[in-house]
């Protein structure tokens, strides 16, 4: 069963997870050989390497895949994450302006009563 709390968790989780807490990247220096094997030069290649399985949060990667290019990794969708985030924590600003308009609106309302209070207030005089 999750909570509340956990929903909130995992969607900041998704929002402000970063690659780097999934792969490690960079630069190294590798051998050129030539059709024998035999050592001609080295070059600079980029180099990417996942982390091993147990030191990522899985919850967070939405698709893992292997094709011609080589394995892909895909996180979940940080723009919904943060989207709910937002709606959630009432500072969208779709939902602001609500807020506002429907305090005005209250004050109106309240602003309303009490003139009819008076009105009425008059009348018995």
Do not use: C
């Not at 909570?3 to 490690?24: H, N, S, Y």
């Not at 147990?54 to 094709?67: A, Y």
């Not at 996180?75 to 709606?87: F, S, T, V």
């Amino acid at each position: 069963m999750m909570t509340e709390d956990d929903i909130v968790e995992l969607k900041m989780r998704i929002a402000f997870a970063d690659i780097t807490d999934f792969v490690e990247f960079g630069q190294r220096e590798v051998p050129i050989t030539d059709k024998e094997g035999n050592y001609i030069t080295s070059a600079t290649a980029n180099v990417v390497n996942f982390k091993e399985g147990n030191i990522v949060d899985g919850q967070l990667i939405k698709e893992i895949k292997k094709g011609r290019q080589g394995v892909s990794l895909k996180l979940e969708d940080r723009d919904k994450a943060l989207d709910w985030l937002a709606n959630y924590f009432d500072i969208n600003p779709d939902n602001k302006h609500k807020k506002e308009y429907d305090n005005a609106r209250l004050k109106l309302k309240e602003k309303e009563l009490e003139l009819k209070r008076e009105i009425e207030q008059k009348k018995n005089w």
